[in-house]
Nanobody
Framework: QVQLVESGGGLVQAGGSLRLSCAASRRTSGSYAMGWFRQAPGKEREFVAAISRNGDSTYYADSVKGRFTIPRDNAKNTVNLQMNSLKPEDTAVYYC?????????????????WGQGTQVTVSS
């Protein structure tokens, strides 16, 4: 069992930056790939980014590529989502997730554990 807690959400102007953090209740490096998803009102939860178990592979949705990164701090059992050049369309609740599977892991069904989410609002 892995508990995940997100933090770092908030309100930011378009063009600004935010750094989300996801803290795991136990060691995840080597055992779990980690991912970030988001869900805007009235829309399905969508993939944002993922990082492999050992951190050597990262994957991004086309909509965030070049603006977001997903650094992993194995010593602290955290995975972050650095979001730069934010746009109003990035507004959503952002969720952290952990997976025992391999690969790009871009669908919700591939993940085993989820956090409660943190709100990100980007004003124009």
């Amino acid at each position: 069992q892995v508990q995940l807690v997100e933090s770092g959400g908030g309100l930011v102007q378009a063009g600004g930056s935010l750094r989300l953090s996801c803290a795991a209740s136990r060691r995840t490096s080597g055992s779990y790939a980690m991912g970030w998803f988001r869900q805007a009102p009235g829309k399905e939860r969508e993939f944002v980014a993922a990082i492999s178990r050992n951190g050597d592979s990262t994957y991004y949705a086309d909509s965030v590529k070049g603006r977001f990164t997903i650094p992993r701090d194995n010593a602290k059992n955290t995975v972050n989502l650095q979001m730069n050049s934010l746009k109003p369309e990035d507004t959503a609740v952002y969720y952290c997730a952990a997976s025992r599977n391999f690969g790009k892991l871009s669908t919700t069904g591939e993940y085993d554990y989820w956090g409660q989410g943190t709100q990100v609002t980007v004003s124009s």
